[in-house]
Every structure is written in C-alpha cells, then in structure tokens.
C-alpha cells in the first residue's frame, strides 16, 4: 500500500502541475508538441491533433513540451513568440494548481474531520473540568467573563491564563452556570487544559474556510523553513527526496488514510512554492529571465538562458543525488 500511495500521490501532483502549464497555454493558442507523465521510455502514446500525449515508465516527473519553449522557434504559435504576459500565466500556472490542490485537499479534511463546536463531547475522568461539575453535553458560553463563540476562544483563554483557577461558564438544560475549575499544566503540549474534548459537526461553509485558513498558515511555515535553511539554522541534510517521501508516506499511512491526503496536501504546497523559486530551471527562474529580458531588450539571448537553465537542471539533479543518499542512510541504512 506504500508503493500504492506513493505512486499515486507522485503521479496526481505532477498531473495536476503540468495540467496547469497545459491548460493555459492552449488557452493562449501555444502549440504544445508533448504531454507525458513520469518520465524515461513510454508504454503508452497517443497523438491526438498536434499533441502527443504519453505515459513513461517512472512516475517522478512529467512535462508539458511546448514549441519553442527551450529554444528560438518561427512558429508564431510558438511559446517564445507569444507576449511575456502570455508565457508569465503559462509558467506561473502548474504551481498555482498544486496551490488549488492543496487548498481543495485541506478543505476536503477539514469537512471529514469536522469542525469543534463549544459544545463537549467529553470529560475526561478524574480531571479538573469533572471535578468542578463540568458535563458532556454542556456548551461553554464564557471563562473569566470573556465570550467563547468558537472552540479556539476556549482554548486560547484557557492556555494564556495566568492564574491556578478559572470560572467556566455553561449552558446546561437552556440556564447558565458558572463553575469554578483548577487548571493542570500538560508537559507534552506545553500548555494549561481543564480536560475536555469538544464536540464535532460537519459544515461544508466552515470547512471551505479552514481549508483557505490552513493553507495560509502552511505556507507561511514553509517559507520559514525556506528562511532557515538561507541562514543555516536548518541544515541541507535535513532535506528529502523521492526515499525519504516514500518513507514519510509509509509511516503517514499507519495512521489512516486523511493523513496521507494531508502528506499529499503537505507534499502539493511543497511543489507550488519551489517550483515558483527564482532559480534557473524552475518555473520561478524562468519568470525572472521573463522579467529580465523585459527590462533589457534582447541582451539575453535565448542561447544563453537556455544554457543557464541547463546548468540549473545540472545543479537540481546534484542536489536530488545528495537528498536521496542521505534519506538512503536515514531511512534504510541508519546504522551506517
């Protein structure tokens, strides 16, 4: 089921991002020569019209062969005859599917999971909250005096306070009742509770919502992780390829399959925001030369991006060498 998993997850967000370069430049009228996913020789072809459309033996790549994308075409339905606005949307649109992936995907988790509502679901044995009277079933209205409209109000009052003791106020049977309850200090999660569990519902509104709020909040760790690994407070070394993915999704597995969608969630966003990186061979660095060459007329002639570009693709695969010898010793060979 690993294999299964990770083939699929691999196949489905290389899809997705070269749909999205696909999609766009027909749109545009750019003649596309090749759609094919995964990469090496191909045991399934099909030209249809001006495109051949192909499946290739080993699903870690794909791509979306665009006339004169890598080199100077007199196609005037080609990819570098076409005005910088066009091919900036063409390049800037396989990450901006991987984003919709992700946003859809977290949204598809959140409507699963549900979302916690003020009221609990339960109370757990012998903690503070059943102490003080505290019942399933209750909803929790105030602490301190301060509204809890949503469960993170619970929460969020709950872990900032400062004091040993809070009044919970609840509705119980239509009447409020406050109770006074001790706070215990959880080492684990590194924070106050009372022990109580809320109580889940499902709400398409408030899942489309997550979804956007979660993607926000994962893309702003990942940049983060993107600033430290600039400033060597993260070390390359920490960095994983295909083995370590394979690895991730095998133990992701063992918890269920809606945390495999949240590795592919995880693993989509990853792709939207390196592939939009400013360096040569990526989508980003292509947008720059895009930007660049607006600004400076032809002094950067197609040959020289293009080989610039080449020793971007050089330098990426050094780098996916490296990444995957070091998940090999992580992952299969850790006594080493």
Same mark, same amino acid.
């Given at each position: 089921?690993?294999?299964?998993? !990770?083939?699929?997850? &691999?196949?489905? %967000?290389?899809?997705?991002?070269? $749909?999205?370069?696909? /999609?766009?430049?027909? #749109? ?63 390049? !800037?649109?396989?990450? &901006?599917?991987? %984003?919709?992936?992700?946003?859809? $995907?977290?949204?598809? /988790?959140?409507?699963? #999971? ?84 809320? #109580? ?137």
């Amino acid at each position: 089921m690993t294999i299964i998993y !990770a083939i699929l997850i &691999f196949c489905v %967000l290389i899809f997705v991002h070269e $749909l999205g370069h696909f /999609i766009v430049a027909k #749109a545009c009228g750019i003649k596309v020569n090749q759609f094919a996913i995964g990469m090496g020789p191909a045991f399934f072809k099909k030209q249809k019209g001006e495109t051949l459309y192909a499946l290739r033996i080993f699903p870690i790549g794909g791509f979306c062969a665009m006339e004169g994308e890598d080199e100077d075409s007199d196609d005037p339905r080609a990819f570098n005859r076409q005005p910088a606005w066009q091919r900036a949307l063409v390049l !800037a649109a396989g990450s &901006f599917m991987n %984003l919709l992936t992700c946003v859809v $995907l977290l949204i598809i /988790i959140a409507f699963w #999971a549900g979302q916690p509502t003020t009221t609990l679901d339960q109370v757990m044995d012998g903690s503070p909250a059943q102490k003080a009277g505290i019942h399933a079933g209750d909803r929790i209205v105030a602490i301190d005096g301060q509204a809890t409209d949503e469960w993170d109000d619970i929460t969020g009052i709950i872990s900032d306070n400062k004091n040993d003791q809070i009044c919970v106020t609840v509705e119980r049977d239509g009447k409020n009742m406050d109770l006074d309850t001790q706070l215990e200090y959880d080492k684990e999660q590194k924070r106050y509770m009372i022990g109580i569990t809320p #109580a889940m519902k499902r709400n398409p509104i408030q899942a489309f919502g997550a979804g956007i709020r979660n993607t926000g909040k994962m893309t702003v760790m990942m940049y983060d992780i993107l600033r430290q690994l600039f400033t060597g407070d993260v070390s390359v070394k920490e960095l994983s390829g295909p083995v370590g993915i394979v690895y991730a999704v095998n133990e992701t597995a063992k918890s269920g399959a809606i945390y495999v969608v949240y590795l592919a969630a995880l693993l989509s966003l990853n792709l939207a925001i390196i592939n939009m990186l400013p360096f040569p061979a990526l989508d980003g660095g292509r947008l720059l030369f895009l930007l660049i060459r607006k600004i400076t007329g032809r002094k950067v002639s197609d040959e020289m991006e293009s080989r610039i570009h080449f020793i971007g693709i050089m330098l990426l695969m050094l780098l996916m060498v490296y990444v995957t010898f070091n998940d090999v010793i992580k992952f299969i060979l850790p006594e080493f």
